[in-house]
């Protein structure tokens, strides 16, 4: 029987080790999908898996509009992933547990002000029974799935289990909203046209 040598164990030992956490660690998803920060449960708050369908916080005034503004500037600062989207599907379901559901797909209908879709331009949002998020989504499908209505998607990606799940909040796209959203996030947008400064 052939000895390996001590370099030839050394290496094999190293593969081993490198495989065996590999193997042990939890799927952090596509690159798309990358867990940036810990989903504490301040975070759950803003990211509360729902939808609000608040198309002009200015004429609600007092306190909805402050707590409104506020949460869309928690949600634009933490957010992986801001996004204008349509919703293509949204199914109805039971769990497991018995626990009743609805899945949506949103679909990319422009550019991410932050982050990066998925490469199907979808993202895969759900909401059970006894969340905050689930009766703002009860009998509301025909207004989401509306063919000219558009929402402003925010995304925190967070560990569930052993995969990497979307935490999120819709908001009715605007360009008000949106305008807010980029003063926020100190967004730039490359196709816009540049001023050249010319010094003589």
Not at 51 to 78: F, K, M, N, P
Not at 86 to 96: F, H, P, Q, W, Y
Not at 155 to 172: C, F, N, Q, S
Request: aromatic share 6%.
């Amino acid at each position: 029987m052939k000895m390996l040598g001590s370099r030839a164990v050394k290496r094999a030992l190293v593969l081993w080790v490198g495989l065996s956490l590999g193997g042990g660690c939890a799927t952090t998803g596509t690159p798309e999908m990358q867990v940036t920060s810990a989903f504490t449960d301040e975070l759950g708050r803003h990211f509360d898996d729902a939808v609000d369908y608040v198309e002009d916080a200015d004429q609600l005034g007092g306190r909805v509009a402050s707590d409104w503004r506020r949460q869309i500037g928690t949600l634009s600062e933490h957010s992986d992933l801001i996004v204008q989207v349509r919703i293509e599907t949204l199914n109805s379901g039971v769990d497991a547990s018995g626990t009743a559901n609805y899945r949506l797909t949103a679909v990319a209908a422009g550019r991410p002000l932050r982050g990066a879709m998925p490469r199907d331009d979808r993202v895969d949002l759900r909401v059970s029974a006894g969340e905050v998020g689930y009766n703002t989504v009860h009998n509301n499908e025909q207004r989401l799935q509306a063919p000219e209505r558009r929402f402003l998607l925010f995304v925190k990606w967070a560990e569930d289990g052993a995969r990497v799940r979307a935490r999120w909040h819709l908001t009715p796209h605007s360009r008000a909203v949106e305008a807010r959203v980029r003063d926020t996030i100190g967004y730039l947008d490359g196709n816009a046209p540049r001023e050249t400064v010319v010094r003589r």
